[in-house]
């Protein structure tokens, strides 16, 4: 018969074994794993980079007032079109009870 230490040292020879085929696995995954990830946000760093340039492209002045132009039908402001804040009428909520039936009831309407 084979002496007890020796068969011992064969079974945990046999488990020690096991057990890094079974770790390698689990390591070959994990490497597998981070070099998608790796990929994934290089891919990521790239499209960011690309957006950024697309970003400051699309916030040019220049092109921005070139569609502004195109798009809007924009005027300089007047000196007529500009008025003092004591020329604004009250809020219609604050003359309730000197006001007529009709903006009474738009009044209530606003409160809603």
Known sequence: MIPRSIGL???LATLTGIALFLIKGEVQEREARLDRLTRETLE???????????WS???Q??????????????????????????DLPTRLSQN????????AKLAKDERR
Request: hydrophobic share 35%.
């Open 9 to 11: 040292s064969l079974i």
């Open 96 to 103: 309730i009870d000197t006001a007529t039936p009709q903006s």
């Open 61 to 86: 002045p220049e092109r921005i007032e070139r569609l502004i132009g195109r798009h809007l039908n924009l005027q300089p402001t007047e000196i007529s079109q500009l008025s003092r804040l004591d």
């Open 44 to 54: 990521h760093e790239e499209a960011i980079h690309v957006l950024k340039a697309e």
């Open 57 to 59: 492209y699309l916030n």
